[in-house]
């Protein structure tokens, strides 16, 4: 831990007395690593993580250890007692009808693709997820790996079946993007060429993209069209009218990706094209618009 955090951790124990503050380093999306503090009650199993990464959000860089203190002393008095109901992800009555699917990047996520049912689509891959209320606490999620399926006593080819029927009641929005690109990225896009976000109700709202017959239906009249990887989260669809380069357009999403993309949220840093004749999805090439006959769409 750094200074601050040490000063931060040993004023919650003189203040805090009979629970338990111990340093946690948990491996995300994209191997990306989240160093945090596991709080519990001396001689308990049971507790819950406040990640650095939180307190920073909250509270800014250049927070104080008091304030620091005082929010984790807010999260104890809310959270450490609290007894989740797992039933809903351990239940496989109750967690196939809360399947979710959300797509990830292969390569930063290889590893543990190989102990998770997983389906590989372009240079992502679609992995599925539990999403469940915890009233008065908000939504769970967790993701499904080969230990879960197994308690479960299904397939993974049933896992993908349900989960990919689940996303059918998801509720997807398209809508104009006004401000979220800077003045040099925002140069990119003419009035008369708008660029769109793609969101979904579901948490990871950019799985969408497994589907290209659905973003198809939500963008009709908008001919074919480029697809930047906002995030895990959504998609950005940019019309193709004949005036954008696809390296210009890439560079921008390695850019954003950079600069305002949180590494946990990262999706990639590739440019889709969606090919509305074909209704098929795939990774620009350079200047390439006709379709590779190695591109599929998932089944």
Same mark, same amino acid.
């Given at each position: ?138 939504? $769970?999620?967790?993701?499904? &790996?080969? =230990? +879960? %399926?197994? #308690?479960?006593? *299904?397939?993974? !080819?049933?896992?993908?079946? /349900? ?42 709202? $950019?799985?969408?993209?497994? &589907?290209? =017959? +659905? %973003?198809? #239906?939500?963008? *009709?009249?908008? !001919?074919?069209?480029?697809? /930047? ?71």
């Amino acid at each position: 831990m750094k200074g601050k955090e040490l000063k931060v951790v040993e004023m919650c124990r003189e203040k805090m007395k009979g629970i338990r503050f111990t340093e946690e380093t948990i491996k995300k999306n994209n191997n990306s690593i989240q160093r945090g503090l596991r709080i519990a009650r001396e001689g308990a199993n049971l507790g819950f993580i406040v990640y650095w990464a939180d307190v920073v959000d909250m509270l800014g860089e250049e927070y104080a250890v008091e304030d620091a203190v005082g929010y984790i002393e807010s999260m104890v008095q809310t959270h450490l007692d609290f007894s989740p109901d797992y039933s809903p992800l351990l239940d496989w009555d109750k967690a196939k009808g809360l399947l979710r699917c959300k797509v990830v990047n292969y390569e930063r996520n290889k590893e543990r693709l190989y102990f998770c049912p997983h389906m590989r689509y372009l240079d992502l891959a679609q992995v599925y997820y539990v999403q469940w209320e915890l009233p008065g606490y908000g939504t $769970a999620t967790a993701e499904v &790996n080969d =230990g +879960l %399926v197994e #308690k479960w006593g *299904v397939t993974d !080819g049933t896992v993908v079946v /349900l989960a990919r029927q689940n996303m059918e009641a998801v509720k997807y929005r398209v809508e104009k993007v006004s401000d979220i690109l800077d003045d040099t990225e925002r140069s990119l896009i003419d009035v008369e060429n708008p660029l769109y976000a793609l969101q979904g109700n579901a948490t990871f709202g $950019a799985a969408v993209i497994m &589907n290209p =017959g +659905l %973003v198809g #239906k939500l963008t *009709v009249g908008m !001919g074919n069209l480029y697809i /930047l990887p906002s995030s895990v989260y959504e998609l950005l669809v940019l019309p193709d009218n004949g005036q954008f380069k696809v390296e210009i357009l890439r560079d921008t999403v390695r850019r954003v990706n950079r600069m305002q993309v949180k590494d946990n949220d990262f999706l990639s840093d590739q440019v889709y094209y969606f090919q509305r004749d074909s209704t098929q999805i795939f990774v620009c090439e350079e200047e390439q618009k006709v379709l590779p006959e190695s591109s599929s769409m998932p089944g």
